[in-house]
């Protein structure tokens, strides 16, 4: 085909898609002074550009990678995306749903220590909210633990139980934490809509167009974490605060989960110490980040450990140790020589913070 007889498309044809694209390429740039602008050294910098990569892979799919017809569970997680604070020892699956359509979900509960389906509601520039739970402690299992959950505004008198959700329904998110890989098997389960599908839609402007603002939107929330949650952190080094799940948006928690999030900051030869007096809880998780909310390389690094992995004093108490060199003690926490970065606590179905110490030693001081 020569290049006189390409067809050609008027740029006026698709004027709602072609606003968000601008948009879109605006906001790369912006993000990415943001990330200029905060990073302390060249590898945050690097690193917060690498996470904006991964950052636009997700909301790619979350946005954009849908059909309304045929409804899917993609990994929110890899073993390399670890991005917006998730839960380095959890699964988190993500579908979207179509606002005023039903759905039925079917699945094997398995044996991971914890698992909870979250509803969440909202289109276009709404915000997102959470509009429903299910925690594993509601969910209805048969003798095989088999469950059968049916998503919909009304009772439809299906088989299964009933879950209402809002007409603006426009997502599902489902965890799993697992306290110990070895042992535990992780749930699964599939989603499928009540009606027919139907042909498969032709993609127009406006769906385009919203799917690219929905896109962008996500891609800022997710970038600017450390500005937006507890950005006090930033200036307050090497301490510990109880954010309850309201205060990091509870589109972005579960109720049954109780948080503890500081920041380290460290010199080369110095380590952060926590001293914890554990609950008497089913799961409790402990996470280094990065500047920018993203996981420390946890499928190749000891950044995160859970109440199963430790080892605990005679006393039962537990001394974890973040440093960026091995201190040649139990519960070591490796920053991978980070100067500074994030530190999540995660404590399941424990309405109160348990006593935890946290003290900035020399390495050379640390001790077991």
Request: hydrophobic share 40%; charged share 20%.
């Amino acid at each position: 085909m020569t290049e006189s007889s390409m067809p050609t498309t008027s740029s006026s044809a698709t004027p709602a898609s072609d606003a968000a694209w601008a948009f879109l390429l605006t906001t790369l740039e912006n993000l990415s002074g943001i990330v200029r602008s905060d990073a302390r050294d060249s590898r945050e910098l690097l690193e917060g550009h690498r996470v904006l990569t991964r950052v636009l892979a997700l909301c790619s799919e979350m946005a954009v990678d849908v059909d309304p017809g045929a409804p899917r569970f993609f990994p929110m997680t890899t073993p390399l995306r670890q991005v917006g604070g998730p839960n380095p020892d959890g699964e988190y699956d993500l579908c979207t749903l179509v606002p005023g359509r039903g759905y039925r979900i079917v699945g094997q509960r398995g044996t991971a220590t914890y698992i909870g389906f979250q509803i969440m509601a909202g289109t276009g520039l709404t915000p997102r909210r959470a509009a429903g739970y299910i925690s594993d402690r509601d969910l209805p299992l048969d003798t095989d633990g088999r469950f059968e959950l049916v998503l919909a505004t009304e009772d439809p008198g299906l088989p299964g139980t009933w879950v209402p959700i809002p007409s603006d329904a426009s997502a599902i998110v489902t965890r799993q934490y697992i306290a110990d890989y070895s042992t535990e098997q992780l749930a699964t389960y599939t989603i499928e809509t009540l009606d027919a599908a139907g042909p498969i839609p032709e993609l127009d402007d406006a769906t385009f167009a919203d799917q690219l603002t929905a896109l962008t939107w996500t891609a800022v929330k997710l970038m600017t974490l450390h500005r937006t949650v507890a950005p006090d952190l930033l200036h307050r080094p090497n301490e510990l605060i109880v954010a309850e799940p309201e205060s990091l948006g509870s589109e972005n928690t579960t109720p049954d989960n109780l948080y503890m999030l500081g920041m380290f900051d460290l010199e080369p030869d110095q380590a952060l110490q926590l001293d914890i007096t554990p609950p008497d809880t089913r799961y409790w998780s402990v996470a280094l980040e990065n500047i920018w909310h993203e996981c420390l390389e946890p499928h190749r690094r000891h950044s995160s450990v859970t109440n199963k992995g430790v080892t605990p004093r005679a006393d039962g108490t537990v001394r974890l140790v973040i440093a960026g060199s091995d201190p040649g003690v139990p519960n070591w926490l490796d920053t991978g020589g980070r100067g500074r970065g994030f530190v999540l606590l995660r404590w399941l179905d424990h309405p109160v913070a348990p006593d935890v110490q946290v003290r900035v030693v020399p390495i050379a001081e640390v001790t077991a």
